[in-house]
């Protein structure tokens, strides 16, 4: 397994991480992507440690706190061998004080989280979403203070917008608060927003990716093919309208082309579609998510390897779409061009 700096910080991560939302699933989303019971868990992470894949991504949100509760469970008496991530902000309840990230409920999520997780620090809190209603020097304050007690290694972002991370950052650099390194992103060949903005952003400011969904919400597994229809087990028919919409003539294109390089390489559509994205700029790690054994192994498998750069091309050719404003300039005129070099 390849490790790698997590954004400009000091913390190693492995290329490939593995996503615990299966983890004790429930709800209709959830619920869909998977139930792992303890036992079911702790075999996974076995499978992990095995490979070299010691980080686990939850989240408070997830099932309620079922995920951080049977990945504490699986990762019991091997805290040392692991890093653990986890969010929070998004609502636990209906309550005022059960969402958001002002300084009383992020103090209050911290303790929840580490009694679930049964451990007394986390290695990496992303703030699951912006808190426009709460100051950002609340925020930052806060955190500023968990890190010094301990409770805390590093921290990072989620699902946040350009001017949201960099305010922050500046914020951080104004009053010597810790400073976020990472940002948990959706990304991949059917979703390439990501790379607008954050990405180069991330390139200025030192914030690695950590990327959730690389298999664009379940659209690139293989199974979805032109011309036919939704395979009758899959886990869009209960969560398409949850993720990140696809326009089907783009899916079928970059699908398309996936089963061509896939052909070449006698590798998987999903481990090519992976192995492309830990080929992008400022990705530090890829987060993968398995129902069973079989899976996680398959995915697993998309590290040890490398796509060629013309493969590369095919993909990126395939996949690419027209910028929003105001990017579009930047890469069609090329006196823009000249003054902005794209990132990718």
């Given at each position: 397994m390849e490790y790698r700096r997590l954004g400009a910080s000091g913390l190693k991560v492995p290329a490939l991480s593995f996503g615990a939302g299966t983890f004790g699933g429930s709800g209709p989303l959830f619920g869909a992507w998977g139930n792992s019971d303890a036992k079911e868990?702790?075999?996974l992470v076995d499978i992990c440690l095995e490979a070299g894949v010691n980080l686990f991504d939850t989240a408070d949100v997830y099932s309620n706190g079922a995920s951080e509760e049977v990945l504490g469970e699986a990762i019991k008496g091997?805290?040392?061998?692991?890093?653990?991530?986890?969010?929070?902000?998004?609502?636990?309840?209906?309550?005022?004080?059960?969402?958001?990230?002002?300084?009383?409920?992020?103090?209050?999520?911290?303790?929840?989280?580490?009694?679930?997780?049964?451990?007394?620090?986390?290695?990496?809190?992303?703030?699951?979403?912006?808190?426009?209603?709460?100051?950002?020097?609340?925020v930052l304050s806060t955190l500023d203070g968990l890190v010094r007690s301990g409770k805390l290694r590093?921290?990072?972002?989620?699902?946040?917008?350009?001017?949201?991370?960099?305010?922050?950052?500046?914020?951080?650099?104004?009053?010597g608060y810790?400073?976020?390194?990472?940002?948990?992103?959706?990304?991949?060949?059917?979703?390439?927003?990501?790379e607008w903005e954050l990405m180069p952003l991330g390139l200025d400011q030192?914030?690695?990716?950590?990327?959730?969904?690389?298999?664009?919400?379940?659209?690139?597994?293989?199974k979805i093919r032109r011309g036919q229809p939704l395979p009758q087990k899959s886990r869009l028919?209960?969560?398409?309208?949850?993720?990140?919409?696809?326009?089907?003539?783009?899916?079928?294109?970059?699908?398309?082309?996936?089963?061509?390089?896939?052909?070449e390489t006698g590798r998987t559509v999903p481990q090519v579609a992976i192995n492309w994205l830990l080929q992008r700029p400022t990705v530090?790690?890829?987060?993968?998510?398995?129902?069973?054994?079989?899976?996680?192994?398959?995915?697993?498998?998309?590290?040890?390897?490398?796509?060629?750069?013309?493969?590369?091309?095919?993909?990126?050719?395939?996949?690419?779409?027209?910028?929003?404003?105001?990017y579009f300039p930047y890469r069609r005129q090329e006196g823009f061009a000249r003054l902005n070099p794209p990132a990718v």
């Amino acid at each position: 397994m390849e490790y790698r700096r997590l954004g400009a910080s000091g913390l190693k991560v492995p290329a490939l991480s593995f996503g615990a939302g299966t983890f004790g699933g429930s709800g209709p989303l959830f619920g869909a992507w998977g139930n792992s019971d303890a036992k079911e868990a702790r075999r996974l992470v076995d499978i992990c440690l095995e490979a070299g894949v010691n980080l686990f991504d939850t989240a408070d949100v997830y099932s309620n706190g079922a995920s951080e509760e049977v990945l504490g469970e699986a990762i019991k008496g091997r805290r040392d061998a692991v890093q653990i991530s986890t969010k929070m902000s998004l609502p636990m309840g209906d309550g005022p004080a059960d969402y958001g990230s002002s300084r009383s409920r992020l103090i209050k999520s911290v303790d929840d989280a580490l009694r679930r997780l049964g451990t007394d620090y986390i290695d990496l809190l992303q703030l699951h979403a912006f808190d426009a209603a709460t100051p950002i020097e609340e925020v930052l304050s806060t955190l500023d203070g968990l890190v010094r007690s301990g409770k805390l290694r590093y921290v990072g972002v989620s699902n946040f917008s350009g001017w949201q991370v960099m305010k922050s950052l500046g914020l951080a650099d104004k009053h010597g608060y810790p400073r976020y390194v990472a940002h948990q992103v959706y990304y991949s060949l059917v979703g390439r927003d990501y790379e607008w903005e954050l990405m180069p952003l991330g390139l200025d400011q030192g914030v690695g990716a950590l990327v959730w969904s690389p298999l664009g919400w379940g659209r690139l597994t293989g199974k979805i093919r032109r011309g036919q229809p939704l395979p009758q087990k899959s886990r869009l028919h209960d969560t398409a309208s949850f993720g990140p919409p696809v326009e089907d003539e783009h899916l079928y294109r970059v699908v398309d082309a996936l089963e061509a390089v896939a052909a070449e390489t006698g590798r998987t559509v999903p481990q090519v579609a992976i192995n492309w994205l830990l080929q992008r700029p400022t990705v530090s790690s890829v987060i993968i998510g398995a129902r069973d054994e079989e899976q996680l192994r398959q995915n697993l498998g998309a590290v040890g390897w490398a796509l060629t750069p013309e493969q590369m091309k095919t993909l990126d050719e395939a996949s690419a779409v027209t910028a929003p404003y105001p990017y579009f300039p930047y890469r069609r005129q090329e006196g823009f061009a000249r003054l902005n070099p794209p990132a990718v």
